[in-house]
T-cell receptor
Framework: KAGVTQTPRYLIKTRGQQVTLSCSPISGHRSVSWYQQTPGQGLQFLFEYFSETQRNKGNFPGRFSGRQFSNSRSEMNVSTLELGDSALYLC????????????FGEGSWLTVV | GENVEQHPSTLSVQEGDSAVIKCTYSDSASNYFPWYKQELGKRPQLIIDIRSNVGEKKDQRIAVTLNKTAKHFSLHITETQPEDSAVYFCAASMASGGSYIPTFGRGTSLIVHP
């Protein structure tokens, strides 16, 4: 089985722009979650989706949003980018409905300049 | 919300020694505790997990112990090898809205010297 696939892998954006990151889960996985990893704050939970519904959201401002499509693929969007949004954004998928056991993708490295 | 503290931040051992990483959590509602290994430039990978109804779990050279009363859990790696060198993250997860919300520790950089 192919693993969790994230695109793009690397991108550079300017402050104030917006960005969309994409995630394709492992085939058959319906739970998709997103995380932000930075040296300063570590690994933080952003949100989790199951069957196109957001079930949980972490403590991030409304500029961070996401969605899940009927094929379980997911996207996250960050609007009005700030320098502090520079991070590795990790997507993970889970084979169980609780989203407990997760498998991470390689991540998308976002640099905001 | 949940708060997870992880110690030490860096751990240096000689090949063959044991390594122990400790995490404490604050919310007694957390009931799932996974550990992840992240090698440099790679994705985090689940290496072992434990649920709150279990006190200890072992998988070859890796073991995890959980003390619910004290709200702490630990990762034990025996007979360390250079390929064990990586950053290890603990997490405490609680059920919410049909899924689990993980809170991660800040990570421990384990260095195994040959």
């Amino acid at each position: 089985k192919a693993g969790v696939t994230q695109t793009p892998r690397y991108l550079i954006k300017t402050r104030g722009q917006q960005v969309t990151l994409s995630c394709s889960p492992i085939s058959g996985h319906r739970s998709v979650s997103w995380y932000q990893q930075t040296p300063g704050q570590g690994l933080q939970f952003l949100f989790e989706y199951f069957s196109e519904t957001q079930r949980n959201k972490g403590n991030f401002p409304g500029r961070f949003s996401g969605r899940q499509f009927s094929n379980s693929r997911s996207e996250m969007n960050v609007s009005t980018l700030e320098l502090g949004d520079s991070a590795l954004y990790l997507c993970a998928s889970s084979p169980d409905s609780t989203g407990n056991t997760i498998y991470f993708g390689e991540g998308s490295w976002l640099t905001v300049v | 919300g949940e708060n997870v503290e992880q110690h030490p931040s860096t751990l240096s051992v000689q090949e063959g020694d044991s390594a122990v990483i400790k995490c404490t959590y604050s919310d007694s509602a957390s009931n799932y505790f996974p550990w992840y290994k992240q090698e440099l430039g790679k994705r985090p990978q689940l290496i072992i997990d434990i649920r709150s109804n279990v006190g200890e779990k072992k998988d070859q050279r890796i073991a995890v112990t959980l003390n619910k009363t004290a709200k702490h859990f630990s990762l034990h790696i025996t007979e360390t090898q250079p390929e064990d060198s990586a950053v290890y993250f603990c997490a405490a997860s609680m059920a919410s809205g049909g899924s689990y919300i993980p809170t991660f520790g800040r990570g421990t950089s384990l260095i195994v010297h040959p």
